[in-house]
């Protein structure tokens, strides 16, 4: 039996991965990957207290951050297409006229 601490450092491990991709990454595709990564880490905390309390409330919540996660890839790569076609490249620092 692992216990829950491993599975939260490796979830805080993997959320800090992907907070300093997004933090520091220009390129709109790594950026799409360093959020997914955290919402990754959301999930294993959701089953790691699921595993701990001995319910099944946080996989049904992982369930729904998964089925969020594929239309936040869906709405990310369709912006991802638009910046490409519009400016050549994928450097989110770029297209200041898609701002408001």
Request: glycine content about 8%.
């Amino acid at each position: 039996m692992i216990p829950t601490e491993y599975f939260l450092l490796l979830s805080a491990g993997i959320f800090c991965i992907g907070l300093f991709g997004v933090l520091t990454r220009r390129n709109a595709l790594v950026f799409l990957m360093s959020v997914e990564l955290m919402l990754n880490a959301a999930n294993l905390n959701f089953i790691a207290f699921s595993h701990m309390h001995g319910n099944l409330v946080g996989q049904t919540f992982s369930l729904f951050a998964m089925a969020l996660a594929a239309a936040e890839v869906a709405v990310g790569i369709g912006i991802v297409l638009t910046l490409y076609r519009n400016f050549k490249g994928v450097d989110v620092t770029i297209p200041t006229s898609m701002r408001w």
